[in-house]
Nanobody
Framework: QVQLVESGGGLVQAGGSLRLSCAASGTIFSINAMGWYRQAPGKQRELVATTTSRGMTNYADSVKGRFTISRDNAKNTVYLQMNSLKPEDTAVYYC??????????????WGRGTQVTVSS
């Protein structure tokens, strides 16, 4: 069994900062890509940022220059530092990871999500 557990969401004023964390645990052999997605009410889930095991990153245009994704491979943890937050960043943020288990099967895993609310 593999679990992704997010933390760090909350309520913040526009212009403020939050840091999200997501820790993977369980029968993990290796982790390839890790990333963050978000879903606002009435909208589809969208990519925020991803990072590979070698540290290559990709960002949505809407967060470039404001958000930074990073990971600690030793801790199987990915972070999302969010600065200069805007009300339009309000959403449930989901952690995603492509994980190879002890059985060598590669699967896509999702966390349960953490709410980020930015007030104007």
């Amino acid at each position: 069994q593999v679990q992704l557990v997010e933390s760090g969401g909350g309520l913040v004023q526009a212009g403020g900062s939050l840091r999200l964390s997501c820790a993977a645990s369980g029968t993990i052999f290796s982790i390839n890509a890790m990333g963050w997605y978000r879903q606002a009410p009435g909208k589809q889930r969208e990519l925020v940022a991803t990072t590979t095991s070698r540290g290559m990153t990709n960002y949505a245009d809407s967060v470039k220059g404001r958000f930074t994704i990073s990971r600690d491979n030793a801790k199987n943890t990915v972070y999302l530092q969010m600065n200069s937050l805007k009300p339009e960043d309000t959403a449930v943020y989901y952690c995603n990871a492509e994980i190879t288990g002890w059985d060598m099967a590669r699967d896509d895993y999702w966390g349960r999500g953490t709410q980020v609310t930015v007030s104007s």
